[in-house]
Every structure is written in structure tokens, then in C-alpha cells.
């Protein structure tokens, strides 16, 4: 072999060394991300799951308020209560929209099982206000039944953060 051939081949296995690592950083680091990306999206699936609960847990917390100073409301403000009721829930429907859109089967999933009963407790709240505009009492009692639907809601999105949670670790330790 040629002194020419042996100077220039070190600087080409040196060359060819450093492309391969080069390769090797990039599928890596393209790795890194699509498990990023994956989290991200669970993260934001987690974030709406979260926003929706504390939305409701709002509204509930409102139309308790408002029972208790019913009575001192006239038939126009009760009348913009219950608007605004129905807005605060319409806003957390919305927000399932979102978490639908994000795609992916579990968002889907959460989406409808939150969806259900957040469309029928926006019908118990607005029915529990209407009730103690007559009969504050007949409003509470009515309150009772929205409590339990928004029980459900919070157990939904309770289960569906515990899973997130727990597909995240198990995404982690892959």
C-alpha cells in the first residue's frame, strides 16, 4: 500500500466514524421527540380533562351560591343567573369538543363519558334553579339529584387523570 493511500485513509475512517455517530444522534434524537410529542399530547389531553372538572366544579359551586341568595333576586337577574349558568356549562361542552378533536382512542373516550353527564347536569342545574326561584328548599332538594351527576363527572375525570398518569410511566419506562 501506497504512503499516499495509508495518510488519506485515516482521515476517512475518521470521517466515516463521525458520519455514524452523526446518524446515530439524529435517530436518537428523532426518537426523543416522537416520545415528546407523545407525551405532549397526553398532557394536553390531561389539561382539558382538568379545565372541564374545575369548569363544572365552578358551576356547582355558583348555583350554591346562588340558592342561598335567591330570594333576594328579582325575576330579571334569576333570569341572567340561569343564562349564565347555562353559558359556564356550555363553555365546559366545549372543551370536550376540544379534548375530542385532539384525536387518539382515549381522548374519544373521556370526551363521551364526560360529555353525558356534564349535558344532563347543565339540564339539573338549570332545573334547580328554576325549582328555587318558587321554593328555595324545592331548589335544594332539586340541587341533590345535580349533585349526584356531578359526582359522576368527577369520578370521570378523575379515572381518566389516573390513567393519563398511569400511561405516561408505563410510556416512560418503555
Given at each position: 500500500m501506497k504512503i499516499q493511500t495509508r495518510f488519506l485513509l485515516v482521515p476517512a475512517v475518521a470521517?466515516?466514524?463521525?458520519?455514524?455517530?452523526?446518524?446515530?444522534?439524529?435517530?436518537?434524537?428523532?426518537?426523543?421527540r416522537e416520545a415528546i410529542d407523545r407525551l405532549n399530547e397526553r398532557n394536553r389531553s390531561t389539561e382539558?380533562?382538568?379545565?372541564i372538572r374545575t369548569r363544572a366544579a365552578?358551576?356547582?359551586?355558583?348555583?350554591?351560591?346562588l340558592l342561598g341568595l335567591i330570594g333576594s333576586f328579582d325575576d330579571a337577574r334569576v333570569k341572567d343567573e340561569r343564562k349564565a349558568v347555562r353559558e359556564r356549562v356550555d363553555t365546559a361542552l366545549l372543551l370536550?369538543?376540544?379534548?375530542?378533536?385532539?384525536?387518539g382512542e382515549d381522548s374519544a373516550e373521556t370526551a363521551g363519558a364526560l360529555g353525558k353527564p356534564l349535558t344532563r347536569l347543565k339540564k339539573l342545574l338549570d332545573d334547580a334553579i328554576?325549582?328555587?326561584?318558587v321554593d328555595a328548599n324545592t331548589g335544594l332538594a332539586a340541587m341533590q339529584t345535580a349533585d349526584q351527576e356531578f359526582v359522576v363527572l368527577v369520578?370521570?375525570?378523575d379515572e381518566a387523570a389516573r390513567l393519563a398518569r398511569f400511561k405516561s410511566v408505563e410510556e416512560y419506562q418503555e
Open positions: 470521517s466515516a466514524l463521525i458520519a455514524m455517530l452523526g446518524g446515530a444522534a439524529i435517530w436518537s434524537m428523532r426518537i426523543e382539558l380533562v382538568q379545565r365552578e358551576t356547582n359551586a355558583h348555583v350554591y351560591r370536550v369538543a376540544d379534548l375530542e378533536k385532539l384525536g328554576d325549582l328555587a326561584s369520578k370521570v375525570a
